[in-house]
């Protein structure tokens, strides 16, 4: 065997992820190879596009209630956010019971606390019976005020938590050494390794007779009759039914795209020298809030710390990254930062996930997104309705999630804000740009936004000097992007959409990569 056949020893292989920066995830996980799938006739009940927690769960409910289901993952299995969360199993949410009360009603709230029970049971319950490796391992969590203001917030969530009838307590402290006034414990909370979790999904899916196909992007979806028929290059799937599964619904603009506003959060993985651990959840209550938990991966413990959340395309990553830094030095004695990734989410307009038939769409055609910061409890209960939903089967939460649901008082105020900040990026990102007189100018390893003889360009210099130029214009609705020098993409600062250096789509609702440009 040759070097280049040698396989590489497991700590060494990287699965792969929309973004340049490895999450403490990657590296040991790599998804089982796709399984020769060549038959263009046959009609599978079920076409699930995106390999992520929602596709995943969705696949295997369906596969054992005897539906024959395929997979279409535009690159591998955990590529998009499920591989780069810091996967917290929580049994309360961003969106706290009290908001949902307060927009949605009393029984609402106890229903959406329900619903994520549901999820965090049907985890360990999948675990369990599948015996995955997955590093699941029950918690406590702690949520702390700092001050009078956050104070009053916690109160709120706790009083409006126990009325959702989920438990827990007031205590004198968190596990942290960092002062609080306010402590609130909730129990039975649980935390896992998300690849790992969703590589156990994938081989009960396939040893069901699922099919995966990897490297597969849906370019459309037309329907004939009463088929789906999905085209990737040369093949066509089709399917009686379609989930898509990729986080935000791809393609055209979708109501949902206006109601789901992209935002970015920032995770650290340290070493500490004291080995003091938290060995719990713990957040606290700051606005954007940090979020703290420990993970042994390896025989090393590594103290994992997020926060500095910002709205995708805005601001600068690596500020962000830094700032996160600097927080987590001011409250421990870091040894070493391993790993430093961002991964995308969605925070929906009235609060709470969009679950169930896609909006403006023909039949048989069904979607989740809007999951904010809970994509691993959301994702899965999502997972069960739609499949639910696709099998004829009554679930109690259908109508709560449903994103054909009106509820213009529900809107919030930042929802509102985030409209008019695509409308003014639609117009501002158009006006500012540095003229260049030259593509040498470009330093290397950069992307920019330059005038280029009068035109506007978006210019990526390799690390090693190959020049990339590609329209600025977002296929999606036309917005400008933005260069994310951290994750070495270019993010979309309207509805999230994100592009390799080389224009590749990384993430939607683009389907269609940046036009590449030929310049003199
Ligand atoms: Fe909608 Fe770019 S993602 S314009």
Redesign the pocket.
């Known amino acids: 065997m040759n070097e280049l056949n040698t396989p590489k020893p497991l700590h060494e292989q990287v699965s792969s992820r929309d973004g340049a920066n490895v999450s403490i995830w990657q590296p040991g996980f790599q998804p089982a190879p796709s399984k020769e799938y060549s038959s263009q006739n046959e009609v599978f009940d079920v076409l699930i596009v995106g390999g992520g927690i929602t596709g995943l769960t969705a696949a295997v409910q369906l596969q054992e209630l005897g539906k024959a289901v395929v997979i279409a993952e535009s690159h591998t299995i955990g590529y998009g956010t499920t591989g780069g969360t810091s996967a917290h199993i929580n049994t309360f949410a961003d969106t706290t019971y009290a908001e949902v009360e307060q927009d949605f009603g009393k029984e609402s709230a106890q229903l959406f606390a329900k619903a994520i029970q549901e999820a965090v049971t049907t985890i360990k319950t999948n675990a369990a019976t599948y015996r995955m490796d997955c590093d699941l391992e029950s918690k406590d969590a702690y949520v702390y005020a700092e001050d009078e203001s956050q104070w009053k917030e916690l109160d709120s969530l706790y009083e409006s938590a126990l009325r959702a009838g989920v438990e827990a307590h007031t205590v004198s402290q968190s596990p942290l050494n960092i002062p609080a006034l306010k402590v609130i414990h909730f129990p039975h909370q649980a935390q896992f390794h998300p690849l790992k979790y969703i590589g156990g999904l994938r081989k009960v899916f396939e040893a069901l007779g699922g099919v995966v196909l990897e490297h597969t992007r849906i370019e459309e979806i037309k329907q004939e009759n009463d088929l789906h028929k999905a085209r990737s290059g040369d093949q066509v799937i089709q399917a009686k039914a379609v989930i898509y599964a990729t986080h935000i619904p791809p393609g055209g ?1 979708n109501a949902l ?1 206006f109601l789901n506003a ?1 935002y970015r959060s920032y995770v650290l993985a340290v070493t500490l020298e004291d080995e003091k651990y938290p060995d719990a959840l713990i957040y606290d209550m700051q606005e954007p809030y940090h979020y703290f938990r420990s993970h042994v991966i390896e025989g090393q413990r590594y103290l994992l710390i997020g926060g500095n959340d910002h709205k995708t395309g805005h601001d600068d990553p690596q500020a962000a990254f830094e700032a996160l830094e600097h927080y987590t030095r001011q409250h421990f004695k870091v040894k070493e930062v391993a790993y430093q990734w961002s991964s995308q989410y969605f925070v929906p307009s009235d609060g709470l996930p969009y679950i169930g038939k896609m909006p403006g769409s023909p039949a048989g055609i069904y979607t989740a997104t809007g999951y904010n910061g809970n994509g691993m409890i959301l994702g899965t209960i999502a997972g069960k309705i739609l499949s639910d939903l696709i099998a004829g089967k009554d679930n109690a939460y259908a109508d709560l999630f449903d994103p054909r649901r009106v509820k213009p008082l529900a809107i919030t105020p930042e929802a509102v804000k985030e409209n008019v900040d ?1 409308a003014y990026h ?1 117009i501002a990102d158009r006006l500012s740009t540095e003229e260049l007189d030259s593509l040498k100018e470009v330093p290397f390893d950069t992307g920019m936004i330059a005038k280029i003889s009068g035109k506007k360009v978006a210019v990526y210099k390799s690390p090693t000097g190959e020049i990339h130029t590609l329209s600025p214009v ?6 400008f ?1 933005n260069w994310n020098a951290s994750e070495k993409s270019w993010d ?6 994100r592009f390799s250096p080389q224009g590749e789509v990384l993430t ?3 389907r269609k990569d940046l036009e590449k440009l030929n310049l003199p």
Do not use: L
């Open positions: 603009i795209h992209p695509v639609f977002c296929p999606h609705a036309h917005c992007v979309c600062p309207c509805h999230g959409a939607g609702p683009a």
